[in-house]
């Protein structure tokens, strides 16, 4: 029987796959919560985190090259961490926020490591490198309870709302915003790959958008 180094021993809560599909990460609940990063073609262990003082790992990702792992724990301030992903040595740790965040996720633009993370009345821009933190401005739209993040290539995040739209965000602006699915049918997945943000929606759906203009493609 494997022990506990080697594999998670209580229910996980999060999972995320690198940019190009060679390693995952894995965040379990508990007294003793854990981070894991795999090899996605042979499920070989390669890293276990500790994250002291948090009741789960809500929300995790790996960063563009593979160096970094951000995470959400369940603590009451929901604390952001990054690690390196090669060794599990603590790189950053700041509140997050006291409501709830849902998600978390690294730009795709090549040599940066900005994060977004999103959630209940939330959605925020992180620099782990400056120590920085701030506020995604929406201006006129409501900022409501948004479920997930994606990033493309060129330093745009895109998150799912509460109501079947999407937000793209340039410079922690809400520069547009779309009504992706049915009204009150959240958008409770997201991603971007090559061009293309897929979304799943709450509605059955999943669509796909050409970026960055967000034309409507196909509906699944």
Not at 123 to 150: Q, R, Y
Not at 192 to 200: K, P, Q, R, T
Request: hydrophobic share 30%; aromatic share 10%.
């Amino acid at each position: 029987m494997k022990n506990d180094q080697d594999n998670h021993n209580d229910d996980i809560e999060s999972i995320s796959i690198s940019a190009d599909r060679t390693t995952c990460v894995s965040g379990q609940r508990g007294p003793a919560a854990a981070i894991f990063t795999w090899d996605a073609k042979t499920g070989e262990k390669k890293t276990r985190i500790k994250v002291a003082g948090s009741k789960a790992i809500v929300a995790c990702a790996l960063s563009n090259d593979g160096k970094y792992v951000a995470a959400v724990d369940g603590s009451v301030d929901h604390k952001v961490h990054v690690f390196d992903a090669s060794n599990g040595s603590q790189k950053f740790s700041q509140n997050g926020d006291q409501n709830d965040i849902y998600d978390i996720s690294f730009t795709n633009q090549p040599g940066e490591y900005t994060l977004c993370t999103t959630g209940k009345r939330h959605v925020c821009f992180w620099n782990f490198a400056k120590n920085e933190k701030k506020k995604g401005l929406s201006g006129k739209n409501p900022l409501g309870i948004h479920l997930c993040s994606t990033w493309d290539a060129d330093g745009c995040a895109f998150t799912g709302f509460q109501d079947g739209k999407i937000f793209m965000w340039k410079d922690r602006q809400a520069c547009k915003v779309i009504q992706a699915h049915k009204e009150r049918s959240a958008v409770d997945s997201i991603r971007w790959v090559d061009n293309c943000l897929y979304s799943g929606g709450r509605d059955g759906c999943v669509k796909t958008f050409s970026t960055p203009e967000l034309t409507p493609g196909k509906s699944f």
